[in-house]
């Protein structure tokens, strides 16, 4: 059962950027979907990005395409949200997820049951 753990969150400026990691033990990513999700209270969980493992293929969400990447490492079993042209809007508790590849893609946080704990990212104005 592979664990997640969210690194990278922070405060940061409109305009900056960040980079978010999500390392996993126990197994590697391999045949696994990773994908990024967001929350803020009373809010339900967001969808970010995702990224297939195997094949690199990714896909975002409107709101982010264009400033955020989701990028992978092999060799370090880590995927990455680089975060760029950040706005107030984008702070949330951010969370990595992953599911098996063997049941497709989803956007849906239903669809992914191995969650991270989360990391905090604050833009300020």
């Known amino acids: 059962q592979v664990q997640l753990v969210e690194s990278g969150g922070g405060l940061v400026q409109a305009g900056d950027s960040l980079r978010l990691s999500c390392a996993a033990s126990?197994?590697?990513?391999?045949?696994?979907?990773v994908g990024w999700f967001r929350q803020t209270p009373g809010k339900e969980r967001e969808f970010v990005a995702r990224?297939?493992?195997?094949?690199?293929?990714?896909f975002y969400a409107d709101s982010v395409k264009g400033r955020f990447t989701i990028s992978r490492d092999n060799a370090k079993n880590t995927v990455y949200l680089q975060m760029n042209s950040l706005k107030p809007e984008d702070t949330a508790v951010y969370y990595c997820?992953?599911?098996?590849?063997?049941?497709?893609?989803?956007?849906?946080?239903?669809?992914?049951?191995?969650w991270g704990q989360g990391t905090q990212v604050t833009v300020s104005s």
């Open positions: 990224i297939n493992w195997d094949i690199g293929s990714t």
């Open positions: 126990g197994r590697a990513f391999r045949s696994y979907i």
């Open positions: 997820a992953s599911r098996s590849s063997v049941f497709g893609v989803s956007n849906l946080p239903r669809g992914y049951d191995q």
